[in-house]
Protein backbone atom coordinates (compact mmCIF):
# COMPACT_ATOMS: atom_id res chain seq x y z
CA UNK A 1 0.00 0.00 0.00
CA UNK A 2 3.11 2.40 0.77
CA UNK A 3 3.99 1.97 -2.74
CA UNK A 4 0.88 2.77 -4.44
CA UNK A 5 0.16 5.89 -1.78
CA UNK A 6 3.79 7.50 -2.86
CA UNK A 7 2.86 6.69 -6.75
CA UNK A 8 -0.40 8.37 -6.39
CA UNK A 9 1.53 11.21 -4.80
CA UNK A 10 4.45 13.70 -6.33
CA UNK A 11 7.98 14.02 -4.16
CA UNK A 12 8.40 16.77 -2.72
CA UNK A 13 10.57 18.83 -5.78
CA UNK A 14 12.75 20.45 -2.92
CA UNK A 15 12.38 20.83 0.85
CA UNK A 16 12.11 24.26 2.25
CA UNK A 17 15.04 26.10 2.56
CA UNK A 18 16.03 27.19 5.95
CA UNK A 19 16.79 31.26 5.84
CA UNK A 20 19.90 32.91 5.08
CA UNK A 21 21.99 34.39 7.64
CA UNK A 22 20.52 37.96 7.72
CA UNK A 23 22.57 40.71 9.09
CA UNK A 24 20.75 41.80 12.49
CA UNK A 25 22.31 45.54 11.68
CA UNK A 26 20.92 46.11 8.28
CA UNK A 27 17.70 47.16 9.84
CA UNK A 28 20.04 50.27 12.08
CA UNK A 29 20.64 53.41 10.16
CA UNK A 30 24.50 54.39 9.08
CA UNK A 31 24.33 56.64 12.23
CA UNK A 32 23.75 54.04 14.92
CA UNK A 33 27.02 52.00 13.94
CA UNK A 34 28.81 53.37 16.89
CA UNK A 35 26.44 50.68 18.92
CA UNK A 36 27.32 48.11 16.53
CA UNK A 37 31.16 48.82 16.90
CA UNK A 38 30.49 49.10 20.70
CA UNK A 39 28.79 46.08 21.13
CA UNK A 40 31.87 44.15 19.17
CA UNK A 41 34.51 45.96 21.39
CA UNK A 42 32.53 44.34 24.60
CA UNK A 43 32.06 41.15 23.04
CA UNK A 44 35.63 40.81 22.57
CA UNK A 45 36.40 42.27 25.60
CA UNK A 46 34.58 39.20 27.27
CA UNK A 47 36.16 36.77 25.30
CA UNK A 48 39.40 38.09 25.97
CA UNK A 49 38.33 37.46 29.71
CA UNK A 50 37.01 34.19 29.21
CA UNK A 51 40.40 33.36 27.76
CA UNK A 52 42.08 34.80 30.10
CA UNK A 53 40.21 33.03 33.28
CA UNK A 54 40.42 29.76 31.34
CA UNK A 55 43.91 30.07 31.50
CA UNK A 56 44.51 31.13 34.71
CA UNK A 57 42.25 27.82 35.99
CA UNK A 58 44.46 24.97 34.08
CA UNK A 59 47.55 26.79 35.46
CA UNK A 60 46.29 26.92 39.16
CA UNK A 61 44.81 23.35 38.53
CA UNK A 62 48.32 22.01 37.28
CA UNK A 63 50.24 23.99 39.88
CA UNK A 64 51.43 21.94 42.74
CA UNK A 65 53.58 24.44 44.95
CA UNK A 66 52.74 28.22 46.49
CA UNK A 67 55.19 29.98 44.29
CA UNK A 68 53.57 28.20 41.37
CA UNK A 69 50.12 29.62 42.56
CA UNK A 70 51.60 32.74 43.73
CA UNK A 71 52.88 33.26 39.79
CA UNK A 72 50.10 32.07 37.83
CA UNK A 73 48.32 34.94 39.59
CA UNK A 74 50.57 37.15 39.15
CA UNK A 75 50.58 36.54 35.85
CA UNK A 76 46.95 36.84 35.62
CA UNK A 77 46.52 39.88 37.32
CA UNK A 78 48.99 41.69 34.52
CA UNK A 79 46.86 40.56 32.07
CA UNK A 80 44.01 41.51 33.39
CA UNK A 81 46.05 45.07 33.91
CA UNK A 82 46.51 45.50 30.58
CA UNK A 83 43.17 44.56 29.37
CA UNK A 84 41.73 47.25 31.93
CA UNK A 85 44.01 49.88 30.72
CA UNK A 86 43.29 49.00 27.06
CA UNK A 87 39.73 49.54 28.06
CA UNK A 88 39.95 52.68 29.67
CA UNK A 89 41.89 54.22 26.34
CA UNK A 90 39.41 52.75 24.21
CA UNK A 91 37.16 54.58 26.64
CA UNK A 92 38.78 57.99 26.98
CA UNK A 93 39.23 57.94 22.93
CA UNK A 94 35.49 57.24 21.86
CA UNK A 95 34.21 60.17 24.50
CA UNK A 96 37.50 62.60 23.67
CA UNK A 97 36.26 61.91 19.44
CA UNK A 98 39.67 60.57 19.10
CA UNK A 99 40.29 58.99 15.37
CA UNK A 100 41.49 55.16 15.62
CA UNK A 101 45.38 56.97 14.99
CA UNK A 102 45.61 58.63 17.75
CA UNK A 103 44.79 55.93 20.62
CA UNK A 104 48.06 54.26 19.79
CA UNK A 105 49.70 58.21 21.38
CA UNK A 106 47.66 57.65 24.78
CA UNK A 107 50.00 55.83 26.71
CA UNK A 108 49.13 56.60 30.48
CA UNK A 109 48.02 53.83 33.15
CA UNK A 110 45.28 55.46 34.89
CA UNK A 111 41.89 57.00 33.91
CA UNK A 112 42.66 60.55 34.52
CA UNK A 113 45.86 60.36 32.82
CA UNK A 114 44.58 58.97 29.73
CA UNK A 115 41.54 61.89 29.68
CA UNK A 116 44.36 64.17 29.92
CA UNK A 117 46.22 63.13 26.94
CA UNK A 118 43.39 62.60 25.14
CA UNK A 119 42.37 66.42 25.83
CA UNK A 120 45.84 67.64 24.63
CA UNK A 121 45.66 65.17 21.69
CA UNK A 122 42.17 66.72 20.58
CA UNK A 123 43.52 70.01 21.36
CA UNK A 124 46.43 69.29 18.11
CA UNK A 125 44.08 68.04 16.02
CA UNK A 126 43.19 71.19 12.66
CA UNK A 127 39.80 72.86 14.28
CA UNK A 128 37.01 72.53 11.42
CA UNK A 129 37.09 75.93 10.75
CA UNK A 130 35.93 78.30 7.83
CA UNK A 131 38.87 78.76 5.10
CA UNK A 132 40.26 82.13 4.34
CA UNK A 133 38.61 84.66 2.48
CA UNK A 134 40.46 86.96 0.44
CA UNK A 135 38.14 90.07 0.04
CA UNK A 136 40.70 92.78 -1.18
CA UNK A 137 43.90 92.45 -3.24
CA UNK A 138 46.63 95.18 -2.50
CA UNK A 139 48.89 94.70 -5.47
CA UNK A 140 52.22 96.49 -3.90
CA UNK A 141 56.08 97.10 -5.89
CA UNK A 142 55.14 96.19 -9.40
CA UNK A 143 57.61 94.44 -11.33
CA UNK A 144 60.19 95.99 -9.60
CA UNK A 145 60.47 94.26 -5.58
CA UNK A 146 62.64 97.01 -4.44
CA UNK A 147 59.98 99.41 -5.20
CA UNK A 148 58.62 100.81 -1.75
CA UNK A 149 54.81 100.08 -1.34
CA UNK A 150 53.44 103.86 -1.24
CA UNK A 151 55.25 104.97 -4.17
CA UNK A 152 53.04 105.51 -6.71
CA UNK A 153 52.16 102.32 -8.92
CA UNK A 154 50.13 101.80 -11.61
CA UNK A 155 47.19 100.47 -9.59
CA UNK A 156 46.90 102.95 -7.60
CA UNK A 157 46.06 105.37 -10.33
CA UNK A 158 44.32 103.67 -12.33
CA UNK A 159 42.01 103.52 -8.95
CA UNK A 160 42.26 106.87 -8.86
CA UNK A 161 41.14 107.59 -12.19
CA UNK A 162 37.97 105.59 -12.15
CA UNK A 163 37.34 107.39 -8.26
CA UNK A 164 37.23 110.91 -10.78
CA UNK A 165 36.48 110.07 -14.02
CA UNK A 166 32.56 111.09 -12.97
Given amino acids: MSEQQTEGQE ?41 LNKELKEKLGSAKTPEEVQQATAAYEAKARDLEVALAR ?26 NQAAKLAGLKPAAADPVVVTALEPRGGLDPTTPANEQNGYDAWEAYKRNRH
Fill in 11 to 51: PAANPPAEPAETDPWAAFPKEFNWVRKELEDARKEAADKRV
Fill in 90 to 115: EKVARKSGLSDDLVEFLTATTEEELA
